[in-house]
């Protein structure tokens, strides 16, 4: 994965909008050279190409770094086909040549409400140390707290939410609602 110091890949091919030299987030293993298996870009339109392990650490080594957007295209073609991915979207394939299946992150929760057969509601957080405590692998990769944190509420068997007047107090007790 050139980058200045190995020296800049031309992609052959090359459908993205961005500026071919548009920095971009790589996990550890494909700058290493690991194939591109889970494409997603940020609310703000930031790319990041991952290997789709879901056992990278925090931070360290197996951290992400920054790369060229031709370079990682140069390396693997097929990316040009999430060239289109939108913001806040990812897209993600079992292996080099396999079928990319696209997610909308926008819908993550209200999913999440229908598998558990649960309504749920959403509250927004916003101190800085809710963030440090909760998402602190987040705020590393996001380099600030430039990003949405929602925390998501559980109703009790009455469908009261914590905070509600009449909500049950067990319920409320083990959802502490961030600050
Ligand atoms: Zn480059
Ligand atoms: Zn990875």
Redesign the pocket.
């Known amino acids: 994965m050139g980058d200045g110091t190995n020296g800049h890949k031309h992609a052959t091919r090359f459908e993205f909008t961005a500026a071919r030299n548009t920095a971009v987030f790589v996990?550890?293993?494909?700058r290493d050279g690991?194939p591109v298996l889970?494409v997603s870009r940020d609310r703000d339109g930031d790319w990041q190409f991952?290997?789709?392990?879901n056992e990278?650490g925090d931070g360290g080594t197996?951290g992400a770094s920054l790369a060229c957007l031709e370079c990682v295209v140069a390396g693997d073609l097929t990316l040009n086909d999430v060239s289109d991915l939108c913001s806040n979207w990812t897209a993600e394939r079992p292996g080099v040549g396999g079928a990319w299946r696209r997610h909308d992150r926008g819908e993550d929760f209200i999913v999440l409400g229908i598998l558990e057969g649960y309504p749920v509601r959403l509250r927004e957080v916003r101190s800085p140390d809710s963030y440090r405590e909760h998402v602190g692998y987040a705020l590393w990769f996001n380099q600030g707290y430039d990003f949405a944190l929602q925390q998501v509420l559980w109703p009790d068997r009455d469908g009261r939410f914590p905070g509600d007047p009449d909500a049950d107090p067990a319920t409320t007790a083990l959802q502490l609602r961030l600050p």
């Open positions: 996990c550890s293993r494909v690991a889970f991952l290997c789709g392990g990278h197996d």
